[in-house]
């Protein structure tokens, strides 16, 4: 099992977008992939989900928010009874031995971000407040080597926009992370910056692992970036806007963050209605379109790299 984080801190740059659409098609190579929201804006769970659905049948008891609510996530709900098979998108796999299942994000998640991050304080001895800090940031990871989840090629967690308390867990969680980003000014400024903030976090949680005095049954962490993707990109008589390529040409010269070979290029036709069908638009798109064979080099690309093929890991 490979689990990859999709973040950024920025808005809108096309995360939950390839989170879906990269689960879908990884799945529909005969992979069983399981997809976490952690976002409270719930977009990923509404691109498999409609909205009377989850009202009707998820959000009281099924969703990631029952599972980090109460006094340490995971004390009161399994994380394994969240998972969820969304029909229309297996339906469309077209793969029997594909899988893709979800755990749905909640609205109210966004208060859990800040209950947790106060509980990190109450604690009077070092000691303790250290292992409270292991505990909630390690949560989601050893929620995650539940056995019930061996079944899983690969976890794809798609993040909110921020760098608190949940997306850490889901950076804690990851063996790698994947940053989408658009090729512009204020989505490349912070890349670095975001890089700095995911070392300085592995480089804290595993002081506090080796700390002398021992802090509990926690491993040290090292996730690493697999890459920047960048998306939305504008191409014009097959070549990439020269104002684009120049933001592109800079982080890969200039920034310590990867840069993968493979782009999504910018696409409303394709990308714009994401949710409204339950099945992410490289499913329901011909194999022969141009979008959609990029779109396919990009997943070989990640799954490459997460050196992964359908039947692996199980
Ligand atoms: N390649 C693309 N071409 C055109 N539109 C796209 C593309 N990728 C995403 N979009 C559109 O851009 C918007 C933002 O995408 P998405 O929700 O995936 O970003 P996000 O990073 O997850 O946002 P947030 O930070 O709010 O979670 C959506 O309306 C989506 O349909
Ligand atoms: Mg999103």
Redesign the pocket.
Known sequence: MRIMAVM?Y???????????NLGAVAASRGLRVLLVDL?P?T?LTFSFFSIDDWHDRIKDDHTIKQWYDGEMPGRDVSLADLVLTPEPVNKALNNAAGKLDVISSHLGLIDIDLELAARLGGTTTLDGSKRKFLDLHGCLRDALHDSRFSEYDLVLI?C??NFGLVTKTAIVASEQILV?AKADYLSTLGLDYLVGNCDGLVQQFNEFVNHKGGTGDHRPINPSILGVVF???QIYSQQVTAAQHAYIDEVQLNSKVPVLKNR?????R?????GESGVPAMLRTSSKDEVVREFNQLVDEVLASLALSPGDGR
């Open positions: 950024n920025k808005g809108g740059v096309g995360k939950t977008t390839l989170t879906a976002d804006q977009n798609d909110a926009p989408p998306t939305m990109v999504i290029r910018n696409s409303p394709h990308f714009g209605a994401a």
